[in-house]
């Protein structure tokens, strides 16, 4: 991601850069029929999305650009929630297209519209 950072600004200097982090895939509590995971790969899966996100904070800060904390926005809406934001690993039915620990079209239109709002549109 540094690279990243250095390579935009080479290419656009004035441009304003954001990272945003991943989105909460996993719920706080046990996993769901969507997610089907021992506590050991949850707690393996938490620390990494934990991790992550502070890669993410702490690139975003050396590199002077800003930080769309998808994973924030996310909470309460992981792929267990009612409304999820994202895919667990199995399909619910009737979700099409579908691809396993991904954001789905809520969880893009959610943070389509927390950018907006960064961006001031």
Request: proline content about 7%.
């Amino acid at each position: 991601m540094d690279r990243i950072a250095v390579e935009v600004r080479s290419r656009a200097p004035k441009a304003r850069l954001i990272f945003v982090d991943y989105v909460t895939l996993l719920p706080s509590g046990a996993p769901c029929a969507q997610v089907p995971l021992s506590a050991q790969a949850m707690a393996t899966a938490r620390a990494t999305a934990t991790r992550l996100a502070q890669l993410t904070a702490d690139v975003s800060k050396r590199n002077g650009a800003d930080v769309l904390r998808a994973s924030a926005l996310s909470r309460g809406h992981d792929a267990c929630a009612v409304q999820p934001w994202s895919n667990g690993f199995v399909a619910r039915p009737g979700v099409d297209p579908f691809t396993p620990y991904h954001p789905n079209l809520a969880g893009m239109t959610g943070i389509a519209t927390a950018l907006d709002r960064m961006l001031g549109r």
